[in-house]
């Protein structure tokens, strides 16, 4: 592969190592395009890694102050278009939000993702860096709907995966819990032995006899973890109506999905002067049980 076919769509600086590490052990979790250290390994045999300009080997070690680059080829990609109707609900010429619906996977092996509707449902960027297959920059779970954020352009992934890391991106979740909750509060739980945060905040409740109270909540996650709301809600007892995964059981709403939302996102443009304050409406599901004029 011809370094001319190749743009850069992430770039990271690795922080001072107590021990030097294997490359391949080292980038999982760190690159938001690839997360899995398959994934890693697989972008490395194929020359789209770089260490400080030279191509990357799984032998390689790093120990601190390296430069490490991941590439994308712009030469014909193997993945095939699909045509999903997606809602656009802000699009520039570097970036754009959708509101991504439940039941279908952002990326992955699987034919029918989000990344790979981006090619028809979105504009192509007119930048020299523009991708043909704009990514996504963040993650939302296979049944969660909402706003998603994507780079259309090699220097927006950059800039914006910098944003996220830099906690200069807000992102907002509205969901349904259940059980009796405190008004608000803060949750600190490790998963994964990770450091984790989120904050949460009640706006409106509903007695149920079945479930105690169902709670309309406003949810911001603070780090980034897998899960993260899901398991935080569940740790302190009031797990989000309908999650299979870490409801309780018995407890359990059936086929309506998980009600969790992400509602809303704010940060500056990373190529204009303006701050975006991007947000959708309440889901008609959550609005059924909490409509806009409920006091």
């Known amino acids: 592969m011809n370094s001319n076919d190749l743009k850069i769509i992430e770039s990271i600086v690795v922080p001072i190592l107590n021990n030097r590490e294997r ?13 899995s250290k398959k994934g890693i390994k697989k972008a490395i045999k194929s020359g789209l890694v770089k260490i400080n300009g030279e191509k990357a080997f799984t032998a390689d070690y790093v ?14 990609n193997k993945r095939k278009a699909v045509n999903i109707i997606l809602e656009i609900v802000y ?53 969660t709907s909402g706003l998603l954020l994507i ?22 979740y509205e969901a349904i819990t259940i059980g009796e909750q405190d008004d608000q ?14 904050t949460f905040k009640v706006i409106k409740r509903l007695n149920s006899i079945r479930y105690k109270n169902l709670n309309l909540v406003e949810l911001i ?11 935080h809600m569940s740790k302190i007892g009031n797990p989000i109506f309908g999650d299979k995964k870490y409801g309780i059981k018995g407890l359990i709403s059936k086929g309506n999905g998980i009600y969790l939302q992400a509602s809303k996102l704010t940060f500056k443009h990373p190529f204009k002067e303006k701050i975006l304050k991007i947000s959708i409406p309440r ?3 959550t609005s059924k049980l909490f409509p806009k004029n409920m006091k």
């Open 23 to 35: 490359i391949s052990d080292f980038l999982p979790g760190h690159f938001n395009t690839i997360y």
């Open 63 to 76: 120990l601190g102050n390296e430069r490490i680059d991941l590439f994308q080829s712009t030469l014909a």
């Open 91 to 143: 699009e520039d010429d570097y970036l754009a939000v959708i509101n991504k619906p439940a039941g279908i996977l952002v990326s992955g092996n699987k034919k029918y993702t989000i990344e790979n509707a981006l090619p028809l449902a979105l504009k192509k960027s007119k930048q020299k860096d523009g991708l043909d297959y704009p990514l996504a920059i963040h993650r939302l779970d296979y049944p």
């Open 151 to 172: 780079g259309k352009t090699s220097r927006s992934v950059i800039l914006l995966n910098k944003m996220f890391e830099n906690k200069k991106i807000i992102k907002n």
């Open 185 to 198: 509060g803060v949750i600190n739980t490790a998963i994964d032995k990770k450091k984790s945060k989120t």
């Open 221 to 231: 996650p603070h780090t980034g973890r897998t899960h993260q709301l899901r398991i």
């Open 283 to 285: 889901s008609k599901k």
